[in-house]
């Protein structure tokens, strides 16, 4: 059954502040006509600011105006009330996504961050970035399924849009963390002794070794991280770990953070991670490398 013509109601309390008549799902997005009421008056300064902040590329203020908006108002399904939701209102117009269970939030809502001495830096990449425990980052690798579920592009998609389901759900201070913990954990991985390997089970026709290009290095690399912990630490006790790697792919785990961010923002991701994850990038890793 569609949506279209479904009307929701934004309240705050028992005051009804207006209603949205949908228009169009674009999922994970309902958009439609926002019909205020005189309550919208004493709320509608919280909408204005958030899309401020997010033009603005303020994530920490856009989370925490969007906790002010769930804390002040609730959103009424034609079913009844919804655990949460994100919402924008602007000239008229409405559009949201929504949760029958809460989203996640960092304790206190607060997003940590790290310094720039902290780490090498990519030009461009700002000084002060949200970050993400490298505890909580494996949690959400383990989504993918480990190591048996990543043996090709293909068996990864459906993992990876959970984890992108799954971002969506945390303050845009994570999802940014969560980029710049991939990208570390990618960056750590370009090394010499695993990107001059041969493909596993292939070879040249003239029966030579089939040798990684840089693109399938960093997808093979992404393999790794996919497979979870256990796998991605034993790389580096054990080069010979990485040899079956070789073979399988994880492209898709590149833009599960991207897809999120779009979702809950709606800006594409247009960032620079502190970590270069580019094959090659890693001069520690490649010590003979010229340039």
């Given at each position: 059954?569609?949506?279209?013509?479904?009307?929701?109601?934004?309240?705050?309390?028992?005051?009804?502040?207006?209603?949205?008549?949908?228009?169009?799902?674009?999922?994970?997005?309902?958009?439609?006509?926002?019909?205020a009421e005189p309550a919208f008056a004493a709320v509608e300064p919280l909408f204005a600011r958030s899309?401020?902040?997010?033009?603005?590329?303020?994530w920490e203020g856009f989370d925490g105006v969007h906790t002010e908006i769930a804390k002040t108002l609730?959103?009424?399904?034609?079913?009844?009330?919804?655990?949460?939701?994100?919402?924008?209102?602007?000239?008229?117009?409405a559009w949201f996504r929504w949760s029958d269970e809460p989203f996640d939030q960092e304790e206190n809502?607060?997003?940590?961050?790290?310094?720039?001495?902290?780490?090498?830096?990519?030009?461009?990449?700002?000084?002060?970035?949200?970050?993400?425990?490298?505890?909580?980052?494996?949690?959400?690798?383990?989504?993918?399924?480990?190591?048996?579920?990543?043996?090709?592009?293909?068996?990864?998609?459906?993992?990876?849009?959970?984890?992108?389901?799954?971002?969506?759900?945390?303050?845009?201070?994570?999802?940014?963390?969560?980029?710049?913990?991939?990208?570390?954990?990618?960056?750590?991985?370009?090394?010499?002794?695993?990107?001059?390997?041969?493909?596993?089970?292939?070879?040249?026709?003239?029966?030579?070794?089939?040798?990684?290009?840089?693109?399938?290095?960093?997808?093979?690399?992404?393999?790794?991280?996919?497979?979870?912990?256990?796998?991605?630490?034993?790389?580096?006790?054990?080069?010979?770990?990485?040899?079956?790697?070789?073979?399988?792919?994880?492209?898709?785990?590149?833009?599960?953070?991207?897809?999120?961010?779009?979702?809950?923002?709606?800006?594409?991701?247009?960032?620079?991670?502190?970590?270069?994850?580019?094959?090659?990038?890693?001069?520690?890793?490649?010590?003979?490398?010229?340039?």
């Amino acid at each position: 059954m569609g949506v279209d013509g479904q009307v929701w109601r934004l309240m705050c309390q028992d005051d009804l502040v207006g209603e949205i008549v949908i228009e169009e799902a674009d999922f994970p997005w309902l958009r439609g006509r926002f019909v205020a009421e005189p309550a919208f008056a004493a709320v509608e300064p919280l909408f204005a600011r958030s899309l401020a902040l997010a033009d603005a590329e303020d994530w920490e203020g856009f989370d925490g105006v969007h906790t002010e908006i769930a804390k002040t108002l609730s959103l009424v399904s034609p079913t009844g009330p919804v655990a949460e939701f994100l919402l924008h209102i602007q000239d008229g117009h409405a559009w949201f996504r929504w949760s029958d269970e809460p989203f996640d939030q960092e304790e206190n809502g607060v997003v940590p961050v790290v310094k720039a001495s902290e780490a090498p830096r990519s030009g461009g990449v700002e000084a002060d970035l949200p970050v993400m425990t490298w505890e909580r980052f494996w949690q959400l690798i383990e989504v993918l399924g480990g190591t048996v579920g990543i043996e090709t592009c293909q068996g990864v998609e459906e993992g990876c849009a959970r984890l992108t389901e799954l971002l969506s759900r945390e303050p845009v201070g994570q999802i940014i963390g969560f980029g710049e913990k991939l990208a570390e954990a990618l960056h750590r991985l370009d090394q010499a002794r695993f990107g001059t390997l041969p493909i596993f089970g292939r070879v040249l026709p003239d029966g030579s070794p089939f040798p990684q290009s840089d693109d399938h290095f960093l997808y093979t690399r992404a393999a790794v991280v996919a497979a979870g912990r256990d796998a991605y630490e034993g790389v580096f006790d054990d080069p010979e770990r990485f040899v079956p790697f070789t073979a399988r792919q994880c492209e898709e785990l590149l833009y599960a953070h991207e897809e999120a961010f779009e979702q809950v923002t709606g800006k594409e991701w247009d960032r620079l991670t502190r970590y270069d994850y580019e094959s090659c990038s890693n001069r520690d890793g490649w010590p003979d490398l010229d340039g």
